[in-house]
């Protein structure tokens, strides 16, 4: 199939959370959400994610998800859907609603739980990219799936035309065995906001960041001074948001984040199951990092 490979991502991506209000995805919520990342100089949105409780969300939720997302875009960022699950059928089929629905690329998790075999992956994303012509971002966290990606796999998914990047979690065999020269073939995206810094430093593309959902201005202006050489500007805001990116936790905790977005007044804090709200002492350290954040004399809303 003919694959699109010139995506337009810049260096700060968005792993959106998913406002849900009294059990629903709440859709004009979600609309404000996209237009506040916009407006805060975010250069992508991903959707359905793990931060955006996508194991939760049915298959006519993710639909209603994306159209909203690319519609209130309206071309002004890609919009990027999380369709992988541990099964390929079911990958194929979720990867072709997006792509279907607007989306401008899939980001496809290795396969979780069933813990396939080096020649299975490959084989899992072979037969995807036969299956459907929407750009393909793999995403490889051990931490998340128990498996890890060999050099050889890596290379086989890199053969595939429709492969045009990969997240990748620090400290994975795939991160370590990335090949200089694919820095300009590939999107190479870090998984942690933590490390987004050092990442880019060392030749990444820059990241799919949970924090941009509190401060979008901050954290996609850290990635902006980075890829213009201003690496004092860049480690500034590094520390500045330091406490509230440890705050979140190192996967971006949903919880963590729609609290923090409703102390804005922009969404309910509503999570589903297994998930659970934020204690007591949560909600203290992320105020406190949330006041660090945008300073003394700045509104939350400008971050």
Not at 43 to 64: F, N, W, Y
Not at 141 to 161: C, E, F, G
Not at 193 to 222: E, Q
Request: with cysteine; aromatic share 4%.
């Amino acid at each position: 199939m003919q694959v699109d490979r010139a995506l337009r991502l810049g260096a700060t991506t968005t792993a959106l959370v998913t406002p849900f209000r009294e059990g629903a995805v709440d859709l004009s919520a979600l609309e404000r959400l996209v237009e506040r990342q916009i407006h805060g100089g975010v250069d992508g949105l991903a959707v359905c994610t793990p931060t955006g409780e996508g194991p939760t969300l049915t298959r006519s939720e993710r639909a209603a998800i994306i159209v909203t997302c690319v519609q209130a875009a309206a071309g002004r960022v890609p919009v990027i859907a999380a369709t992988g699950t541990n099964a390929t059928a079911s990958t194929i089929a979720l990867t072709r609603d997006a792509e279907e629905l607007g989306a401008a690329a899939a980001l496809v998790t290795l396969p979780y739980y069933s813990k396939p075999g080096q020649k299975g992956i490959a084989g899992h994303f072979t037969q995807l990219a036969s299956a459907t012509s929407l750009p393909l971002i793999v995403e490889n966290n051990p931490l998340r799936t128990a498996i890890d990606m060999t050099s050889p796999t890596l290379k086989a998914l890199a053969d595939i035309p429709s492969v045009i990047g990969f997240l990748l979690a620090d400290g994975s065999a795939a991160a370590r065995a990335m090949p200089p020269e694919w820095r300009q073939r590939f999107l190479l995206l870090s998984d942690r906001d933590a490390t987004a810094l050092s990442f880019l430093s060392t030749g990444g593309s820059g990241v799919i960041s949970a924090g941009a959902n509190l401060c979008p201005r901050l954290y996609a202006s850290l990635q902006q001074a980075a890829r213009g050489g201003n690496l004092p500007a860049a480690r500034r805001l590094e520390d500045r948001l330091a406490p509230l990116t440890a705050a979140l936790g190192a996967d971006g905790d949903p919880a963590a984040i729609k609290h923090a977005l409703q102390t804005l007044r922009l969404i309910d804090p509503e999570v589903r199951l297994p998930l659970l709200a934020v204690d007591a002492n949560e909600k203290q350290s992320l105020s406190q990092a949330m006041l660090r954040a945008s300073g003394a004399h700045n509104s939350y809303l400008s971050i």
